[in-house]
């Protein structure tokens, strides 16, 4: 039962959360007059499509363990949102993964063109960082410039971009949880953990307290990957809007490939389990991160 | 016979610069183990591979024009050329321009595939943010931050992207050299101007002196496009690198189209002396900046 109340309460922050965040992007994202208009407009259909705003919503959970104000912990997570919606439009690209449905809706390649989507993509990753360095996301230049730093370690070749190249090179490779993992920690979870780390950051905490939620975040990334690939053999497609069965079609290793379906619930378990364990020293102010983790194992998209 | 020793001059200089460009970069873009070692090998392909180093010569003469160390100027240079080579590589991509050749080379997309292609310029545009907000480029962070949201702007929707946008909408468009002009000012000009104005940002120096040397950047750039028009009529590709008569081809607006071959010779002569006269206050110092307005005019590629 109490559960229940969480995962619903859960719900109704995360909604809160996201709606705010949307409020954001749009100013964010204003189109100007003239031909160029073009791709404001697919930033702005890559980005305010009804995500789940999971990564914003965990940089908020974390600024607010640390007294930072939430109009600091929004503009952080759209930069983080933007940066996960630009790997979103290049990856569904036809030269990469080339879907062609996106969380419903066609893609932004499909709804636009593949040029736009690419320009788009840039425009969104470049954005990103105009936003970090502003003086309106930090009042100190060295934690704007901390933010920016990190952000593209998690982003860039030896992130979440290298774990793509990885994913495209993976058909060629043997697989192991070993390298699935190597490949979900860059391509995903070096951006979820840095979602969790993030408040630390706008809040100057010590390296301590940076690492644990860093951590924190890499088994909560981890446990998502797991999720979703638990969601590609058992989901709902209309739930998820998207297509199921995609991996198993591909040839595709993943977790469940690799660890069954039983052993893929377990692990997940296993890394929530983990998760939760490490933010014992913050006491009750962490909930909203605990109840991510239980978010993680329920979802149902 | 002063103009051409001048030109001398600049060239080994500019050699120079371009040398130690490339070892800066070499540095920041280190190959790890592991199967995403290809992302970072397409990352090096795109970027040290004989460019003029234009962009970075101007962070250096800037930067020497305030005092601040050529190691400073250089890390900013860098990042302008990563910026810069990524975005030729997405531009070459079958999606956009489609262009098997780049320096003479084949186009990255050619050497590696699309998808790594993608992949490298997101790579170096996210390591050209990392870079600038590293605190090895200035020790101050304030300055670090303006160098971040100066780039952003200049290479993002607002501007470099937003370039290239208008590039793919020109065919719908009617063609007149305020289009053309506003088409090119965002595509090339805010990058090289901020190459420009880039030293006075690592100086400190005040708003009139960045306001100075961005106006000299854009009027540099645009002149720069116009002899790139010129090359694409008159050029000689083994020299050039690339095809020439492609614009033509593709029925594409461009300066000789608009103005006739004497009529852009002109214009660029007009611009490279208004650019030139701008510096008026600098004295001797800025020499490096008047070379290479002269340089612009007598390119051969």
């Given at each position: 039962?109490s559960?229940?109340?969480?995962?619903?309460?859960?719900s109704?922050?995360?909604?809160?959360?996201?709606?705010?965040?949307e409020s954001?992007?749009?100013?964010?994202?204003?189109?100007p007059?003239?031909?160029?208009?073009?791709?404001?407009?697919?930033?702005?259909?890559?980005?305010?499509?009804?995500?789940?705003?999971?990564?914003?919503f965990l940089?908020?959970?974390?600024?607010?363990?640390?007294?930072?104000?939430?109009?600091?912990?929004?503009?952080?997570?759209a930069?983080?949102?933007?940066i996960h919606?630009?790997?979103?439009?290049?990856?569904?690209l036809?030269?990469?993964?080339d879907?062609?449905?996106r969380?419903g809706n066609?893609?932004?390649?499909?709804?636009?063109?593949?040029?736009t989507?690419?320009?788009?993509?840039?425009g969104?990753?470049?954005?990103?960082?105009?936003v970090?360095?502003?003086?309106?996301?930090?009042?100190?230049?060295?934690?704007?410039?901390?933010?920016?730093?990190?952000?593209?370690?998690a982003?860039?070749?030896a992130?979440?971009?290298?774990?793509?190249?990885?994913?495209?090179?993976?058909e060629?490779?043997e697989?192991?949880?070993e390298?699935i993992?190597?490949?979900?920690?860059?391509?995903?979870?070096?951006?979820?953990?840095?979602?969790?780390e993030?408040?630390?950051?706008?809040?100057?905490?010590?390296?301590?307290?940076?690492?644990?939620?860093?951590?924190?975040?890499?088994?909560?990334?981890?446990?998502?990957?797991?999720?979703?690939?638990?969601l590609?053999?058992?989901?709902?497609?209309?739930?998820?809007?998207?297509?199921?069965g995609k991996?198993?079609?591909?040839?595709?290793?993943?977790?469940?490939?690799?660890?069954g379906?039983e052993?893929?619930?377990r692990e997940?378990r296993?890394?929530?389990d983990?998760?939760?364990?490490r933010?014992?020293?913050?006491?009750?102010d962490?909930?909203?991160?605990?109840?991510?983790?239980?978010?993680?194992?329920?979802?149902?998209n």
């Amino acid at each position: 039962m109490s559960e229940v109340m969480t995962s619903d309460l859960l719900s109704v922050a995360m909604a809160a959360a996201a709606e705010q965040l949307e409020s954001v992007i749009d100013s964010l994202i204003a189109v100007p007059p003239g031909p160029e208009a073009r791709v404001f407009e697919a930033m702005r259909y890559g980005t305010l499509n009804g995500g789940k705003r999971l990564r914003p919503f965990l940089v908020l959970s974390g600024a607010r363990l640390f007294d930072v104000p939430d109009a600091l912990a929004l503009r952080v997570g759209a930069a983080l949102e933007m940066i996960h919606s630009y790997s979103l439009i290049h990856d569904d690209l036809p030269a990469m993964d080339d879907d062609d449905l996106r969380r419903g809706n066609p893609s932004c390649h499909i709804e636009f063109d593949d040029a736009t989507a690419i320009l788009a993509g840039d425009g969104l990753l470049t954005l990103a960082f105009e936003v970090l360095a502003d003086p309106a996301t930090h009042p100190d230049a060295e934690i704007r410039c901390t933010l920016a730093t990190s952000f593209a370690r998690a982003a860039g070749a030896a992130g979440m971009v290298g774990g793509q190249m990885i994913d495209l090179e993976a058909e060629k490779l043997e697989a192991t949880p070993e390298l699935i993992t190597r490949l979900e920690n860059m391509k995903t979870g070096a951006l979820i953990s840095l979602s969790c780390e993030s408040g630390a950051i706008l809040g100057d905490a010590g390296a301590d307290a940076r690492a644990i939620l860093r951590d924190f975040g890499y088994d909560l990334g981890l446990a998502f990957q797991v999720t979703d690939d638990l969601l590609d053999v058992e989901g709902d497609e209309a739930n998820l809007g998207k297509k199921v069965g995609k991996d198993a079609a591909a040839g595709k290793a993943t977790f469940v490939s690799l660890l069954g379906v039983e052993g893929a619930r377990r692990e997940a378990r296993m890394l929530v389990d983990r998760a939760i364990a490490r933010l014992e020293g913050f006491g009750k102010d962490a909930d909203a991160f605990r109840q991510m983790g239980y978010f993680v194992l329920e979802r149902r998209n």
